[in-house]
Structure formats: structure tokens, C-alpha cells
């Protein structure tokens, strides 16, 4: 069936560090990608998305581009604060049969440090 | 900002237990979803519900787990007679669309520890 497959986590990094989370998916049609986030204490909410190959989504200065033919939407922020620590999900959304049920993977916790 | 609100935030029972999670979604949305994530594994998709009624379940949703509309606001999950592996954070979204494009709107989520 459809997947995502995320980098396992804690990624711990220092403040102004660059960083990626990688994120790749299985699927059997042609899916629209999305992060998601989740601050302490809070439900997750949309970070970007990108809905067709090459696309590339982008808010809060992170980034991540549709590549159809790695199947991946890596997350990419050239110089992260503190504020980003979070825990980071890669989605995919697919008809199947009708269905637009989202996927989710598992999450990527990012610890920034001063 | 309008948002999707859960409760509790952490409810803790006894195996056998039955336990409803309450959910508020945003008002002027029509699809909601209930999804879990046991610790450490993915975000589990549970149910979706559209027009007061079942849209589409997973195979985890089993006679054990039931949704419910009681009113114009609420959506609840109650789960009959719970089990260990029941212990999941459960996640409560909703949206105005149900598109491929479409972005869904998530509570802050409420632990469940069946002991």
C-alpha cells in the first residue's frame, strides 16, 4: 500500500545549523506531499506541501521539493533556531479507489541547541 | 484562529475500560478523521466520517472502536473494552475538503494509558 518512510530521529542540532529530514514514499498513483509539525503541547499543523513533481513547497524559511523520480520530499532549512525544535511528519495524500485518506510517517523529533 | 480542540489531554484506565475521546472540530468543516500514533511508530489512520457516518475505516478500527456525532459540535471515539495495546496517543482532525490538495486541521491529541 502507500507509505512515507522517514529518518529516524532525535536529530540534534546546533542553532544556525542546516538541516534536512528525509522522506521518501511509496505509492501507486500520483500523490500530493506534505509536512506537518508539531510544537510541544500542540496538535500538528501544516508546515508546506507540494502537489505535483518538481513542485517545491516552502514556509518559515523551510523548504522541500517534489522529486517524482527519487519519490522523495526531503525537508530542508538552511539555518535553524531554536524555536524550530519540534517533531516533524511527512504525509502523502493519493486517491485510492476514491479515497484521499491521508498517510502519515512516523516523525522526526529536531532538538535544536543554543 | 479557529482550532481543532481535544479531550482529556491524558486519560489513564484499567484494561476491560471503556473510554470515550472527545473532539471539537472546526465549525465550519465537514470531514473529520481520527488517527493514533503508539509511541515511537507512525501516525495510524483510524476512521473518517462524513454526513454522519462512517466514510472509511482502517482494519485497526475493529467492533471495538465506535464514532459518534452526538450533536452539531462534537465527535467523539469511544473504545469498548480497551486493551494494553490500546495505549496511543489519538489524534482528532478535521477539514473543509476531502481533495487529494487538501490540508487537514489536527488536535493537540489525547494520551491513553490502559493499564
Known amino acids: 500500500g502507500d507509505s512515507v518512510t522517514q529518518m529516524e530521529g532525535p536529530v540534534t542540532l546546533s542553532e544556525e545549523a542546516f538541516l534536512t529530514i528525509n522522506c521518501t514514499y511509496t505509492?501507486?498513483?500520483?500523490?500530493?506531499l506534505f509536512w506537518y509539525v508539531q510544537y510541544p503541547g500542540e496538535g500538528l499543523q501544516l508546515l508546506l506541501k507540494?502537489?505535483?513533481?518538481?513542485d517545491k513547497g516552502s514556509n518559515k524559511g523551510f523548504e522541500a521539493t517534489y522529486r517524482k523520480e527519487t519519490t522523495s520530499f526531503h525537508l530542508e532549512k538552511g539555518s535553524v533556531q531554536v524555536s524550530d525544535s519540534a517533531v516533524y511528519f511527512c504525509a502523502l495524500r493519493i486517491s485510492s479507489g476514491g479515497s484521499y485518506i491521508p498517510t502519515f510517517g512516523r516523525g522526526t523529533s529536531l532538538i535544536v541547541h543554543p | 484562529e479557529p482550532e481543532v480542540t481535544q479531550t482529556p489531554s491524558h486519560q489513564v484506565t484499567q484494561m476491560g475500560q471503556e473510554v470515550i475521546l472527545r473532539c471539537v472540530p472546526i465549525?465550519?468543516?465537514?470531514?473529520f478523521y481520527w488517527y493514533r500514533q503508539i509511541l515511537g511508530q507512525k501516525v495510524e489512520f483510524l476512521v473518517s466520517f462524513y454526513n454522519n457516518e462512517i466514510s472509511e475505516k482502517s482494519e485497526i478500527f475493529d467492533d471495538q472502536f465506535s464514532v459518534e456525532r452526538p450533536d452539531g459540535s462534537n465527535f467523539t471515539l469511544k473504545i469498548r473494552s480497551t486493551k494494553l495495546e490500546d495505549s496511543a496517543m489519538y489524534f482528532c482532525?478535521?477539514?473543509?475538503?476531502?481533495?487529494?490538495?487538501?490540508?487537514?486541521?489536527f488536535g493537540e491529541g489525547s494520551r491513553l494509558t490502559v493499564l
Open positions: 507540494a502537489t505535483k513533481a518538481d
Open positions: 505509492a501507486t498513483g500520483y500523490p500530493s
Open positions: 465549525s465550519n468543516h465537514l470531514y
Open positions: 482532525a478535521s477539514s473543509e475538503s476531502v481533495g487529494r490538495t487538501g490540508e487537514l486541521f
